[in-house]
């Protein structure tokens, strides 16, 4: 996708009204302005309400949506295996791609210097502002409705990927998978770079998994190996799960 000035930015009514017809409620159009509003913006214009409040509390929302999904799909997993799976489907890498599926990239609103260094195709942007829009979704309709309405919509972009959640990778072990596939792609090994940050009594952990001198996925935990496994997950979906998607 090739970048955008502020000049050629996608009107948000277009986007409000592709969500109405997945969701089959209206959205509230200045939330969802805020919801796409990045932090650089904000910051050129007197501090505008930007969208990393909308974005935590999507988060959640997503993350209740696609937990429940498996739950209920899955009833004879364990809840490790429940959150290796939720790990393939829940990633930056995942929601990066949906948003570009839609074109979300072209309704953010960025800052100059964001717009000119590729912002709105960074997958953390783009995964942040999906997040976001979820978020904006969940609000604008009087609670118990929202979560229908968020749900909706998470099963629009994701459902095709947590449909296949259950043939994804060998016994769930996420680091044999990545290697059976990449030798299959003749890829050669791989590769995983660890570090570590804050206290030894709280440590979180930040993996990349490497392959064919490439880094195809990030994972963050608590210990390493959970990092790891993350990383695996994310680098397995780039290399085999992730197909076009037409959420139309």
């Given at each position: 996708?090739?970048?955008?000035?502020?000049?050629q930015?996608?009107?948000?009514?277009e986007?409000s009204?592709?969500l109405t017809?997945?969701?089959?409620?209206?959205?509230?159009e200045?939330?969802?302005?805020?919801?796409?509003t990045h932090?650089?913006?904000s910051y050129?214009?007197?501090g505008l309400?930007?969208?990393?409040?909308l974005?935590?509390?999507?988060d959640?929302?997503?993350?209740?949506?696609?937990?429940?999904?498996l739950?209920?799909?899955?009833?004879?997993?364990?809840?490790?295996?429940l959150a290796k799976?939720?790990?393939?489907?829940?990633?930056?890498?995942?929601l990066?791609?949906?948003?570009?599926?839609?074109?979300?990239g072209?309704?953010?609103l960025?800052?100059?210097?964001?717009?000119?260094?590729?912002g709105?195709?960074?997958n953390?942007?783009l995964?942040?502002?999906?997040?976001?829009?979820i978020?904006a979704?969940?609000l604008?309709?009087?609670?118990p409705?929202?979560?229908?309405a968020?749900?909706?919509?998470?099963?629009?972009l994701?459902?095709?990927?947590?449909?296949?959640?259950?043939t994804?990778?060998?016994?769930?072990?996420?680091?044999?998978?990545?290697?059976?596939?990449?030798?299959?792609?003749g890829?050669?090994g791989v590769?995983y770079?660890?570090?570590?940050?804050?206290?030894?009594h709280?440590?979180?952990?930040?993996?990349?998994a490497?392959?064919?001198?490439?880094?195809?996925?990030?994972g963050t935990?608590?210990?390493k190996?959970v990092?790891e496994?993350?990383?695996?997950?994310d680098?397995y979906a780039?290399?085999v799960v992730?197909?076009?998607?037409?959420?139309?």
């Amino acid at each position: 996708m090739s970048d955008r000035t502020s000049s050629q930015q996608r009107p948000v009514e277009e986007l409000s009204q592709y969500l109405t017809e997945v969701t089959g409620e209206p959205v509230d159009e200045p939330l969802l302005t805020r919801a796409l509003t990045h932090r650089s913006y904000s910051y050129e214009h007197g501090g505008l309400p930007h969208n990393e409040r909308l974005e935590f509390l999507g988060d959640s929302v997503l993350g209740l949506v696609v937990t429940d999904h498996l739950h209920e799909s899955h009833p004879d997993l364990s809840e490790g295996e429940l959150a290796k799976l939720r790990a393939a489907v829940v990633n930056m890498r995942a929601l990066a791609d949906v948003a570009r599926a839609i074109d979300l990239g072209d309704y953010i609103l960025l800052g100059r210097g964001e717009t000119t260094t590729g912002g709105r195709d960074k997958n953390s942007i783009l995964a942040d502002t999906v997040e976001a829009v979820i978020g904006a979704v969940y609000l604008s309709t009087p609670k118990p409705g929202g979560l229908d309405a968020a749900g909706l919509l998470v099963h629009s972009l994701l459902g095709p990927l947590m449909k296949r959640s259950a043939t994804l990778g060998a016994g769930l072990d996420w680091k044999t998978s990545l290697q059976e596939v990449a030798a299959g792609q003749g890829l050669g090994g791989v590769l995983y770079r660890t570090r570590d940050e804050g206290p030894d009594h709280d440590k979180t952990f930040t993996a990349e998994a490497v392959v064919g001198d490439e880094v195809r996925g990030h994972g963050t935990g608590r210990t390493k190996k959970v990092a790891e496994q993350q990383a695996a997950a994310d680098a397995y979906a780039t290399l085999v799960v992730h197909e076009p998607m037409n959420p139309a």
